[in-house]
Nanobody, 123 residues
Framework: QVQLVESGGGLVQAGGSLRLSCAAS????????MGWFRQAPGKEREFVAT????????DYADSVKGRFTISRDNAKNTVYLQMNSLKPEDTALYYC????????????????WGQGTQVTVSS
């Protein structure tokens, strides 16, 4: 099974940017749709963005559309989430996930998960 490790989180001021990375090992990510989810304290895990196996299709939560960009480099076995114009409400633990089936917005559609990277946006 694929192993996922997120990185790139940190503390940033509102309006700033961060780029998250999700490095995969043990298996190539070419056969997986990939997604990013986040979970804030006291809240349920929520969908952020997803990308198809080839990278030709993407989908975003309305709350991040126009600010976040998901991309993938299958040669490097890595998925990225570029986050711009960050807001305090973006503060959460961000998870990378891999789906053996089609890309989707629900967590149960994803088969493998990383441990998460913390993003904190100060006002």
């Amino acid at each position: 099974q694929v192993q996922l490790v997120e990185s790139g989180g940190g503390l940033v001021q509102a309006g700033g940017s961060l780029r998250l990375s999700c490095a995969a090992s043990r298996r190539t990510i070419r056969t997986y749709a990939m997604g990013w989810f986040r979970q804030a304290p006291g809240k349920e895990r929520e969908f952020v963005a997803t990308i198809s196996r080839s990278g030709g299709r993407t989908d975003y939560a309305d709350s991040v559309k126009g600010r976040f960009t998901i991309s993938r480099d299958n040669a490097k076995n890595t998925v990225y989430l570029q986050m711009n114009s960050l807001k305090p409400e973006d503060t959460a633990l961000y998870y990378c996930a891999a789906a053996e089936q089609l890309l989707g917005r629900t967590a149960r559609q994803y088969d493998y998960w990383g441990q998460g990277t913390q993003v904190t946006v100060s006002s």
